[in-house]
Every structure is written in structure tokens, then in C-alpha cells.
């Protein structure tokens, strides 16, 4: 059976026709490790989107494995790491790959607003907070003023912040890196770009930190190819930007049929919505498996009554809706 896939905030849209022609050109050098000039047009280009000087900028294959550099940097600096929580999972994942152990902080239950207080009390020079902003799987920004961040690199020795949505929200802290040593923002080319399967993400921080992350990831991690087609989508930044616009107008179709079905979902400014429904939301996903539709649910207390749907085309969002309806009659 082939499931509607609306579990993994994947982008519904192909990469740009770009990608495979870079992809192609590059085909012919995957016998070296890396290609130089492959990757100085990379950071020219990234450093052209990000808006910042090349030496702020490390890429990485994906933003987890950016991620799980981040945790060992913190680890052999004897940074404890805290989070907010519900966030985004693969966070504590990697970091007990890692062997690190993270300290959590609740967001305000069904708001998931941020706990600035609740926070500050777990501050502390030797202390790297994780933020996730818009946060997964919430879908809604966690702060989005120059002062919570200012509060925050006031109290924290490093401040992660991952913004793997940033295009959807178009709320960025990137720039402040001029300012601060102990700020690292983490983003990926898998949503907005459309290249999950590529598994290319970056990094920006100061040209010292950023320095430091890089050396807590092997040499040519990032496959050639996939650097290509990178480099492909960062050339047709107008395909990202259309498939973009088109998601979030989707999204909103999407939760103006939630909520006809009597659903309220977060305010979302990523590529999913958040779903409170009036069963666990295990239960619920089985259900919708069972329907041939994938979604995310969760066994934590804070969320055990919602669901994660990503964003998917029309007539998955439609499959959806319709499943969803049956669904709720039957409860
Ligand atoms: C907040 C957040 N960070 C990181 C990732 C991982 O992205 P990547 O595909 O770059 O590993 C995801 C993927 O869902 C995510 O939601």
C-alpha cells in the first residue's frame, strides 16, 4: 500500500529543474571526495541567500548532522544543553546518541508559549539552550522580537536556534551573529528547497564558532552530488520562493477544512499544522493509517491529543479531510 506521506514535513513539490542539472553536471566527480570549485560557488551562493560573509557559514550533511556537531561541541565544552519541550525530537535523539543529557523546559500547555521565567531559571554560562523557531511540532513561533533573544544570550552560555522553517516564517536572528560569539543558528535545504533526500544543511555563527562546529564533523561528510544540488536549488531561488507561497496557501486550505470538521490547529507558520483532536493522537494517526494516510502523533503528555500533518499536495490534503471526517464520526 502506498501511503499518503504527511508525517515527515517533506515538501510535496520536486526540487527545481535546476537541481538535476547540476546534480548531472557533477555526476562525472564522484570519484573525488570533494570539488573545490563546487564548493567555493556553494558558499558564494549561500553566502549571497544568508546575507552574510562566508567565514559566518559551515554546511553539513543535513541540519540533524549539524545538530548532532552543535552537541558535541557543547559535550567537549562541558555545555549542559536545555530545551524547551514539546520540540523537535530529533533533538534528544541525537543527543543521547551523542551521550548528552538535556535538561527540559515546558512550554504553557495548548499556547506553547514560551516560559522566558521558567527558562531563566535554568540559565547559566555553562548552559546551551536549544530553541526551535517556529517550533516542530507546534508550528508556531516562539518568540519573534529582538528582546526574548537578547534576554536569552543574556543568560545562556550558547544559544542554538534551528531554523529549519525559516522561509515559511520569514523570521530570521542570523544577523545578530555580527554581534554575539554565543548565538548559532541551524538551517536546512529540506523543506522550502524541496531536496529532504538530499540531506544538506548549514550553519551560521561567528567565524571562531562557526570554525569550531566544522571541526566536530568528519572531513567531506557532504556528497558531491548532493552539494549540487544544492547549489541547483540556491539558483532558482524563485522556485522556492513559489513553492513557498503555494505551501502556505495550502496550509491555510488545509486548516479551514480542520476546522469546519470542528479541529482547532495552531496558528502555523511552517509546512504542517498542529491538530488538537478529541482522541489520543495515536489513536487517531492508527486510524488514518489504516486510511492509507500517514501523520505524526505522540505519547508525551503535552501533546498526547494532537497530531502533526505536514502540508502535501491538493488531493492529499483533500484524502486527508475526507478520511479525517469519517474518523470523527465514528468516535
Ligand atoms: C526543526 C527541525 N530541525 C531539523 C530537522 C532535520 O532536518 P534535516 O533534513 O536537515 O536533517 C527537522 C526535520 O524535520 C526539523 O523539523
Not at 535523539?93 to 508559549?113: I, K, N, Q, T, Y
Not at 536549544?130 to 516542530?136: A, D, K, R, S
Not at 536546512?188 to 531536496?195: E, H, P, Q, R, Y
Request: proline share 4%.
Amino acid at each position: 500500500m502506498r501511503f499518503v506521506r504527511m508525517h515527515l514535513n517533506e515538501s510535496p513539490f520536486e526540487p527545481s529543474g535546476l537541481v538535476a542539472s547540476y546534480v548531472s553536471r557533477y555526476v562525472s566527480s564522484l570519484n573525488l571526495y570533494h570539488v573545490e570549485e563546487l564548493e567555493r560557488e556553494f558558499m558564494k551562493r549561500l553566502s549571497g541567500y544568508v546575507g552574510l560573509p562566508e567565514e559566518h557559514l559551515r554546511f553539513f550533511p543535513s541540519s540533524s548532522e549539524a545538530l548532532a556537531a552543535v552537541i558535541r561541541y557543547c559535550k567537549s565544552r562541558g555545555l549542559r544543553l536545555v530545551s524547551v519541550w514539546p520540540t523537535f525530537h530529533g533533538l534528544l535523539e541525537f543527543a543521547r546518541m551523542e551521550g548528552a543529557r538535556v535538561d527540559l523546559v515546558g512550554l504553557a500547555p495548548d499556547s506553547f508559549e514560551l516560559d522566558l521565567l521558567g527558562l531563566a531559571r535554568e540559565g547559566g554560562s555553562s548552559r546551551a539552550l536549544y530553541l526551535c523557531n517556529p517550533n516542530n511540532p507546534t508550528s508556531n513561533m516562539l518568540f519573534e522580537d529582538r528582546a526574548t533573544l537578547d534576554f536569552l544570550l543574556g543568560r545562556f552560555g550558547l544559544v542554538v536556534v534551528d531554523e529549519a522553517y525559516f522561509e515559511f516564517s520569514e523570521f530570521t536572528v542570523a544577523d545578530k551573529i555580527r554581534e554575539s560569539d554565543g548565538l548559532v543558528v541551524v538551517r536546512t535545504f529540506s523543506k522550502a528547497f524541496s531536496l529532504a533526500g538530499a540531506r544538506v544543511g548549514y550553519i551560521v555563527a561567528s567565524p571562531e564558532l562557526a570554525s569550531r562546529l566544522g571541526e566536530h564533523s568528519a572531513l567531506f561528510s557532504t556528497p558531491v552530488t548532493s552539494l549540487a544540488a544544492a547549489l541547483g536549488a540556491l539558483q532558482d531561488l524563485g522556485y522556492m520562493r513559489e513553492v513557498v507561497r503555494r505551501t502556505i496557501e495550502l496550509r491555510e486550505e488545509l486548516r479551514r477544512g480542520v476546522s469546519e470538521l470542528g479541529l482547532r490547529s495552531l496558528d502555523s507558520r511552517t509546512n504542517f499544522l498542529f491538530v488538537r483532536v478529541p482522541v489520543p493522537g495515536r489513536a487517531l494517526a492508527r486510524r488514518l493509517s489504516e486510511a492509507g494516510i500517514k501523520v505524526r502523533a505522540y505519547d508525551d503528555e503535552a501533546v498526547r491529543n494532537y497530531v502533526r500533518v505536514s502540508v502535501s499536495t491538493r488531493e492529499n490534503n483533500l484524502s486527508f479531510l475526507r478520511a479525517l471526517s469519517e474518523i470523527l464520526k465514528t468516535l
